[in-house]
């Protein structure tokens, strides 16, 4: 069964850090782009970040420079660093696993979320 199970999110004062985790099990891991999207109350689903296949990462550039896709083969685990949290990045966020890019119809697999909060 392929799963996907995310952790790491929580409440954050402005400028503040988080990092997400999302481990991955059922298929072979360094085959397929990780993503991440979020969605806010009231939006649709965006996509964030993502790291490709090959390590190269992805992102939007409202979090370029402030968050940082990375993965480790190894441990089936795809991470998103997050620094300098604003509170227009409070969203439910979750992980994707697929072929790659920003849309979300690439992706075939996604985690459960994990909610960030970040207060002014």
């Known amino acids: 069964q392929v799963q996907l199970v995310e952790s790491g999110g929580g409440l954050v004062q402005t400028g503040g850090s988080l990092r997400l985790s999302c481990v991955a099990s059922?298929?072979?891991?360094?085959?397929?782009?990780m993503a991440w999207f979020r969605q806010a109350p009231g939006k649709e689903r965006e996509f964030v970040a993502s790291?490709?296949?090959?390590?190269?990462?992805l992102y939007i550039d409202a979090v370029k420079g402030r968050f940082t896709a990375s993965r480790d083969n190894a441990k089936k685990t795809a991470y998103l660093q997050m620094s300098h949290l604003q509170p227009d990045d409070t969203a439910f966020y979750y992980c994707?696993?697929?072929w790659g890019g920003g849309h979300p119809g690439e992706y075939d697999v996604w985690g459960q979320g994990t909610q960030v909060t970040v207060s002014s």
């Open positions: 994707a696993q697929g």
């Open positions: 059922g298929r072979t891991f360094n085959r397929y782009a």
């Open positions: 790291s490709e296949s090959d390590g190269h990462p």
